[in-house]
């Protein structure tokens, strides 16, 4: 009986667990069916896991406002050819993003135009 209820018990761990783990990778926040243009200047580039983040510097109507974009995962990206410095603080970068629904500044990395031109 007591082999019965730690499998019912790890079971039941392994359940709890994996819904976090889906819920933690979801991008159900971005809208996927708009496509935003974002130009800009790099403040940083957040080489970090589970995700990447580019924060961007905008001007919207005389003011600077900052974007936070979250991308994928250095692993995945470094497989593209990717670096830590792919985007550099004071660049100015053109960048498409699927926006967040709330309207908060932010969104999740569609592709980049950097300043020699070169498309990430």
Aim: glycine share 10%; no cysteine.
């Amino acid at each position: 009986m007591k082999k019965v209820l730690v499998g019912i018990a790890v079971i039941a761990s392994a359940a709890v667990g994996s819904g976090s783990a889906t819920a933690h990778h979801s991008f159900a926040m971005f809208d996927n069916t708009k496509d935003t243009t974002l130009v800009g200047v790099v403040k940083e580039f957040q080489w970090t896991n589970p995700h990447t983040w580019l924060q961007l510097m905008v001007d919207e109507n005389g003011q600077q406002v900052e974007w936070s974009i979250e991308g994928s995962s250095p692993n995945g990206l470094a497989r593209r050819g990717w670096t830590r410095t792919s985007f550099k603080p004071g660049d100015k970068v053109t960048v498409v993003i699927h926006p967040l629904k709330d309207g908060t500044k932010g969104g999740s990395y569609v592709k980049a135009t950097l300043p020699d031109g070169k498309t990430l």
